[in-house]
């Protein structure tokens, strides 16, 4: 089930604003309910959508996992100039950015964090790619 998602929509070019699913529901004749705050909106045989990752995207590999001072992040080869990496907390927000000038391996200080779960994220104009890792102190 989906909780508290927020989305923006218009109906007849005029903006609603903000609006919060909190229930999704399909039935056997393929139809979409969704309950919001503001009542419940029906899909009626909603076009199937496939999901890709881009060609570029390269998969991360973080080390130690889990780590207590740094970590290491194998970069992914050719990265273009504007690339950068961010470590981010369970909840999205960004803690540790740093620009990508190195090729190979980045060093990454995470002494400063809390003990859980933190996900790095290594951003191009085109392309993100993730890996998770584990702080323990």
Not at 50 to 61: D, F, T, Y
Not at 73 to 99: E, R
């Amino acid at each position: 089930m989906i909780r508290s998602l927020d989305y923006h929509y218009t109906c007849g070019n005029v903006y609603f604003g903000i609006d919060y699913i909190y229930d999704v529901v399909a039935d056997k004749k393929e139809h979409i309910y969704l309950a919001t705050e503001r009542g419940v909106i029906i899909l009626p045989n909603p076009s199937p959508v496939k999901a890709q990752a881009p060609s570029g995207s390269a998969k991360l590999n973080v080390y130690p996992n889990p780590a207590t001072s740094s970590v290491t992040v194998d970069l992914p080869p050719d990265l273009p100039p504007d690339a950068s990496l961010t470590v981010l907390n369970i909840t999205g927000s960004a803690l540790i950015q740093q620009p990508i000038r190195d090729i190979g391996t980045m060093q990454v200080d995470v002494s400063a964090l809390a003990a859980g779960s933190y996900l790095v994220q290594i951003r191009t104009m085109k392309d993100v790619s993730s890996a998770g890792f584990v702080v323990r102190k």
